[in-house]
């Protein structure tokens, strides 16, 4: 994302002129077989958090106010990711919020039941401190759900503006924005997604033009 570039030219001045962005594109594979329910989540009402448990991924944002935001709108927090290190307190009070009715946490689901799970999501939330670009905000848009996630530049740009950005320290925004996404049918549709097969010789003509200004401008030693 143009966003780490910008990161890049921040650290180091050097760095940010040797950067070139050459794009991700999208892999569709996750659409590209039809879904299979998720039995324990049919007929329930559910945001969803997808990735790792780890600090960086600032799930305690959403534990913290989940008891709140289930009383407020009945929504379970569904985590959709493995443990991660030092995660052993996020674990333990999302497993709390399991034992209590509140959460769900699943892990090594296959693609089939991911996507499931992206379309039938009221909301997808993602309030990590740092990306490098965030492919669950593309998935989830890809789809119709709506996405609440944290404003790391990156995650914003991904988004492209049709995301709900909220500062990854602003309990209160969080809670605030879920409760509104609770109250609004989302507009799942079928997956629009790019044509990675139609995007991949851009992306691989950017990576070798990179390599070649890095081998031509190489000082020798």
Same mark, same amino acid.
Do not use: C
């Given at each position: 994302?143009? @966003?780490?570039?910008?990161?890049?030219? %921040?650290?180091?001045?050097d +760095?940010?002129a040797k950067?070139?962005? *050459?794009?991700?594109?999208?892999?569709?594979?996750?659409?590209?077989?039809? !879904?299979?329910?998720? @039995?324990?989540?049919?007929? %329930?009402?559910?945001?969803?958090?997808?990735?790792?448990?780890?600090?960086?991924?600032?799930?305690?944002?959403?534990i913290d106010? +989940?008891?709140?935001i289930?009383? !407020?709108?009945?929504?379970? $927090?569904? *985590?959709?990711?493995?443990?991660?290190?030092?995660?052993?307190?996020?674990?333990?009070? $999302?497993?709390? $919020?399991?034992r209590?009715?509140m959460a769900?946490?699943? =892990?090594?689901?296959?693609?089939?039941?991911?996507r499931w799970?992206?379309?039938? /999501?009221?909301?997808?939330?993602?309030?990590? %401190? &740092?990306?490098?670009?965030? $492919?669950?905000?593309?998935?989830?848009? !890809?789809?119709?759900?709506p996405?609440?996630?944290?404003?790391?530049?990156?995650?914003v740009?991904?988004?492209?503006?049709?995301?709900?950005?909220?500062?990854?320290?602003d /309990? %209160?925004?969080?809670?605030? @924005?879920i409760?509104? @996404?609770?109250?609004t049918?989302?507009?799942?549709h &079928?997956?629009?997604?790019?044509?990675?097969?139609?995007?991949?010789p851009l992306v691989?003509? =950017?990576? *070798?033009? !990179?390599y &070649?200004? /890095?081998?031509?401008?190489?000082?020798?030693?």
């Amino acid at each position: 994302t143009e @966003a780490i570039v910008d990161t890049l030219r %921040r650290a180091d001045a050097d +760095w940010g002129a040797k950067a070139t962005l *050459v794009g991700l594109p999208f892999n569709s594979e996750l659409y590209r077989d039809p !879904a299979e329910a998720v @039995a324990v989540l049919e007929g %329930r009402r559910y945001a969803l958090a997808v990735g790792d448990l780890s600090p960086r991924k600032n799930l305690t944002v959403l534990i913290d106010q +989940w008891p709140a935001i289930h009383a !407020a709108t009945g929504l379970e $927090l569904v *985590v959709a990711g493995s443990g991660a290190w030092r995660a052993d307190d996020v674990v333990g009070r $999302l497993e709390a $919020l399991e034992r209590d009715g509140m959460a769900q946490w699943l =892990r090594g689901l296959p693609d089939p039941n991911l996507r499931w799970m992206y379309e039938h /999501a009221q909301v997808l939330l993602y309030p990590s %401190r &740092e990306e490098g670009f965030g $492919l669950p905000v593309i998935e989830a848009i !890809a789809v119709g759900t709506p996405v609440i996630s944290s404003t790391d530049p990156a995650l914003v740009e991904v988004g492209g503006g049709t995301t709900t950005p909220v500062d990854p320290d602003d /309990a %209160r925004g969080w809670y605030e @924005a879920i409760v509104a @996404a609770a109250a609004t049918e989302p507009a799942h549709h &079928e997956p629009v997604v790019p044509d990675w097969l139609a995007t991949r010789p851009l992306v691989g003509e =950017r990576l *070798v033009a !990179a390599y &070649e200004r /890095a081998i031509s401008s190489r000082r020798p030693r």
